[in-house]
Every structure is written in structure tokens, then in C-alpha cells.
């Protein structure tokens, strides 16, 4: 007993001694303790904790270049260069990947998408609007594609531009979960992972804290609304066209899979009856349309084209009318051109080979960047994207790193393509959270000027109102980048996802919660409140609202004035722990997890064998300590038994 309980009431000043006497050699007198029950020697053995969000060192662990010689100088150089193609080749397809998911996305969800567009009442509603923005994203995980359909709603008049504003806001939030999702194929280590989700939670934190301010002083003032309405009224824009860039390049592979008829959703939303039958996948990719100037009958003289171009016959009215004819001339080559299956089922396959593909490939990507970035190659990227420029221009790199994040995501014509390919770098230790920051919003900038050029090679009669919707979408990131990032304390998007990536760090399931929760519970919940009226949307919503904030100002006091709180509210002790703590939450995870496993014959078998190795455990100790049992100074034996059997339970229920 007395060996059990010294370390825990051991001197400091003679634990220094101890350590000393070890440390020169001299004899010390030998403490016997059980390492499987000494908290103490657990503590005393701990070491020092470092910052999780130091990036880590690559180090190069091949043989260095000076130690090589000819023949292994010139295998290291064709390994470089290999892989360095085979890096290339992975981001195409990475790229490619991300196009046909967006592609499977339309297809199961693109009908559906136009239908919900269709109800204006809800339209009316800024909040609704804003849901139906994320969620229409989300089906089609493309925020040009919605964007384009809120842009032809507009130019047919369905929608107001007043309308239409919540809604492109919208789409920028759906279009963030791209990367998150990407960032959760890094959950297998446990520092990556922290860096990886918070990496691609700063773009979620940005956005929902952009339209947080954004979206009630557009309501209260119309700002982005006034402010677009002069840019389209005080400059002659002329007509042109978006050019392809990337594009060239991915349609090969991708137009070769599947190509979809983009109007048809744009026609399901503008209420044309005959989009509602046709399919989405494309057909014919030429065709040719026959105008002609002809007589047609028109029901009377008010619906002639002009009153000097209409006759009457009798009972019958003509007139001179333009006439077109669509003939199709070839037809597509893609894969399922002449697949007799429905939308819904061709974009279930392509949604489960594209994911396949993106997760491959993305793993690939990482492990080949690993090998890559060691050494002095990974020292000086590092200070290429992390460094700051001297003194006192420092604080011009960050603005240089936004300017990098649009111009490449002008050439990838993509933001989702850009903050996904960024967020495994973030993961490796590459890129820190303070610089991939400013290339997520130099992302968003980059994909609102795309939307600005396609939105000039709209026809004359619709310009203004095109262009007007794309400047909402440049003016309302430009607005959050001025809210969130010239000030270092105002950053808080860099604060809050690192606050998330240590959560989900130490519980990784927390991070699917949180998808769902955001992306998925939270907007649905707001969409179904909004459909039952103001009324029920503000009497629910504005509690809530309320008790979140005293909840988040009673956080703040608690870690930086804990003084100006009753002892009561100093901490969160006097609440259930499931109410304050996810560890329990984590129990209960584990437990669920372990029993489904368990399900499993496989699992089944080694919980059996664990099962025999414990009671054979048990025996051996029973049979080794008999001879004490008498011996009243040994009388903690059994409270080792007992713990032993509660350790090797918590063991076999959580093993996976």
C-alpha cells in the first residue's frame, strides 16, 4: 500500500532530488509502483504540449543530393518529373471529378431545383429566399448553374431584382460545402484533420457571417441593390462573351461521359410547360433552326404583326409572321445518349462513380504531395505562400494572396475547384489557416467576375437586369471582405474555424453533425418556418436568436471578465455535463458504433476471443496473488481486479 501511495504524496523538492540523482548517476531508492493505476507516473511522464496549429516540418528522410551520384541523379530527376505529371494528371482528373458530380447533382436534383423556384409568395420572404439559394446549390452543387437560373428568372420578369438578391446569397453559402466535404476525406490523422476542416470552415464562417450582416441592412436600406442600379445605369456595357478557359481542356473527358440541356431547368423555373417532360440529358448537340417570313392565321387583326401586314378573308384573319423550325442534325456522343434509363437513375450512377473518383483521386493527391514537398522543396513553398513581405509592407500580402485566389479561380472558372484543391494543402502543413484565408476570398471575388462575363453575353433587352444580379453577387463578397478582413481583430471567420477544427479534432463525428446541421437541419427548419408565414418564423426564430446571444456573451465573460457574472454563471457546472460537454455525446457515439460493428460476424468473432483472453487474464491474476489474500496489506487487490474488468469491457465495447 505504502508503494501505491507514494508517488501521489511524494515532496516536490525531493521529486527534483530524484530526478537529479538519476540524471548524475547516484542511487536512489527504487519506487515500485503499477504504471496501469498511477495517475501520478501518467502525469509526471506527460510531455509537453505543442501548438496543433504550428506547421508540422517535412522532412526529407531520402538520401540527399550530394550523396548521389550520376546514375542516381538522373532516376531522381525522371522520379520528380514523373510525379509531377502524375500530378498533374490526378488534378485533372480531380477537376474533371468535380464537374460530373455537379452534372449527377443536376440530374437528381435539377427538376426539383426549378420547381421550388416556382413559388413566388416564398420567394418573397428574404429569408426564404436566402434558404432556397443554399439548398437549391446544394442540389446541384454549382453555384453558376443556380445563379443562371435566378439571372433568367429575372430577365423573364418572374422575379424582381429586389427578389432575387437573398437568393444569389444563398448561393454563396451552398457552394462552400464542397470543400468541407472534401476536407473530411482527411480524417485519418488527427492534427491533418484539424487543419484540413478548418481550412475549409473559414469559407463557411465568411459567408454565413457576411450574410448575418449583410442581409438585414439589404432589407432595411437596399443597399446592394441601390448601388448596382447605378453601375448598370451610369455605363454603356456592351454585349460579349465569357470565354472558356479551363474549360477547353475538361470537356474533353467530361462532354465525353454526359451533357446536360441547361434550359431545361431554366424552363422548368419560367413556368414552360414543355420542359417538365423533356430530360436533361442532352440528345442532339447540333441542330439547326429554319426562320421564315410566312402567312399564319392569327385569331383576329388585333394579333397581327403590323396593321399594314394584315388581310381578312371572310371568317379568317392572316398575317406575315416569322416562323422557326428546329431540325437535328447530330446527335450527341457522350455515354448515355441512348441510355433508356431515367434522369434520377443516370445521375445516381454518376454520383456514386464521381464521388469514388474525387475521393481517389484526393487521396492520391496527398499522399504524392507528401512525398513531393520534403526537404528544401517544401521550405521554400512554405515561404513563398506563408511569408510576409518586409516591414512595413507586410500587410500588403494578404490583399496579393486575394489577388492570387481570383485570378486562379478565374482560370479554373470555379471557386468550389480552387478552395478544394487548397484544403489538402492546408491539411499537410503546406498552406497555414492565416493564408488560405485570403485565398478563399480571392476565390469568391474570382467566381463573381465569370458570372459578370457571362452575364454580358446575355442578349440586349436582358443586360441590365443580368449584369445588375451578377454585381450583387461581386458587391456583396467585396462588402464581407471589408466587414471581415482589413482589420486583424475583426478576422473572426479565422477564429471561429479554428475553435471548430479542435472540436472536431478531438471528436471527429462532430464535423458530420455539423454538415448536416448547417448545410441541411438549419435551412430546411427555416424554409418549412418560412412557408408557415412571418407570424410563426419571427415568434420561433427570435427566441432562439436571443437566447444564443446571451449564451455566446455569457462564453465571453466567462473567459475574459468571470468577475462581473453571479458565482452561479461563472461556469456551466450547474447544467447536466450532456448539456454543456460533448464527451458524453462521444460515449454515446462510441457505444452506438461499437454495437453496429458488433453486428458484424467478423466482430463478433474477435469479441468472442477478447471475451476469452479477459477471463484467462482474470484466472492468472487469481491464481498469481492466492498466497496473499490473507495479507491485509494487499487488500486493494480486488479493487485491481475490478478495474481491470471495467478497462477491458470499455476495450471490447469501443473496439471498431
Partial sequence: ???????????????????????????????????????????????????????????????????????????????????????LG??????????????????????????????????????????????????????????????SMVSSGLLTVQVAIPIIMGTNIGTSVTNTLVAMTQAGERNTFRRAFAGATVHDFFNWLSVLVLLPLEVASGYLYVVTKLITDSFEIQSGEAP??????????????????????????????????????????????????MNVTVPGPENCTSPSLCWVDGNYTFTLKNVSETYNIKKCTHLFVDVNLPDMAVGLILLALSL??????????????????????????????????????????????????????????????????????????????????????????????????????????????????????????????????????????IRLAKGLGNITAKYRWFAVVYIICCFFFLPLLIFGLSLAGWEVLAGVSIPLLIMLIIIIAINVLQKRKPGWLPAVLRSWDFLPLWAHSLAPWDKAVGVIIAKCCCCCKCC??????????????????????????????????NEVEDEMKIELNILKMTML
Wanted: charged share 15%; hydrophobic share 45%.
Fill in 90 to 151: 490526378l488534378l485533372y482528373m480531380f477537376v474533371c471529378s468535380l464537374d460530373i458530380l455537379s452534372s449527377a447533382f443536376q440530374l437528381v436534383g435539377g427538376k426539383t431545383a426549378g420547381d421550388i423556384f416556382q413559388d413566388n409568395k416564398v420567394l418573397s420572404n428574404p429569408l426564404a429566399g436566402l434558404v432556397i439559394g443554399v439548398l437549391v446549390t446544394l442540389l446541384v452543387q454549382s453555384s453558376s448553374t443556380s445563379s443562371s437560373i435566378v439571372v
Fill in 604 to 637: 463478433q468473432v474477435a469479441s468472442d476471443a477478447q471475451e476469452d483472453r479477459a477471463q484467462e487474464l482474470v484466472e492468472n491474476s487469481k491464481t498469481a496473488h492466492t498466497a496473499v489474500y490473507d495479507n491485509p496489506a494487499m487488500s486493494t487487490e
Fill in 356 to 493: 469514388l473518383v474525387l475521393c481517389s483521386c484526393l487521396v492520391l493527391i496527398v499522399k504524392l504531395l507528401n512525398s513531393m514537398l520534403k526537404g528544401q522543396v517544401a521550405a521554400v513553398i512554405k515561404k513563398i505562400l506563408n511569408t510576409n513581405l518586409p516591414f512595413p509592407f507586410g500587410w500588403v500580402t494578404g490583399y496579393i494572396a486575394i489577388l492570387v485566389g481570383a485570378g486562379m479561380t478565374f482560370i479554373v472558372q470555379s471557386s468550389s475547384v480552387f478552395t478544394s484543391a487548397i484544403t489538402p494543402l492546408v491539411g499537410i502543413g503546406v498552406i497555414s489557416i492565416e493564408r488560405a484565408y485570403p485565398l478563399c476570398l480571392g476565390s469568391n471575388i474570382g467566381t463573381t467576375t465569370t458570372a459578370i462575363l457571362a452575364a454580358m453575353a446575355s442578349p440586349g433587352d436582358t443586360l441590365a437586369n443580368a449584369l445588375q444580379i451578377a454585381l450583387v453577387h461581386f458587391l456583396f463578397n467585396i462588402s464581407g471582405i471589408v466587414l471581415w478582413y482589413p482589420i486583424p481583430f475583426t478576422r473572426f471567420p
Fill in 244 to 293: 472558356d478557359l479551363l474549360n477547353v481542356i475538361t470537356d474533353v473527358l467530361t462532354e465525353s461521359i454526359i451533357q446536360l440541356d441547361e434550359s431545361v431547368i431554366s424552363g422548368i423555373a419560367t413556368n414552360d410547360p414543355e420542359a417538365m417532360n423533356k430530360s436533361l440529358i442532352k440528345k442532339w448537340c447540333q441542330t439547326f433552326t429554319n426562320t421564315t417570313l
Fill in 1 to 87: 500500500m505504502d508503494s501505491l501511495r507514494l508517488p501521489q504524496q511524494m515532496d516536490p523538492k525531493n521529486k527534483c532530488k530524484e530526478d537529479n540523482d538519476e540524471k548524475y548517476g547516484s542511487k536512489s531508492k527504487e519506487i515500485k509502483a503499477s504504471p496501469a493505476h498511477s495517475t501520478a507516473a501518467l502525469i509526471i511522464d506527460e510531455p509537453e504540449e505543442t501548438d496543433p496549429w504550428h506547421l508540422p516540418e517535412l522532412k526529407d528522410t531520402g538520401v540527399p543530393w550530394s550523396a548521389l551520384d550520376t546514375k542516381g541523379k538522373a532516376l531522381r530527376v525522371l522520379v520528380s518529373v514523373g510525379k509531377l505529371i502524375l500530378l
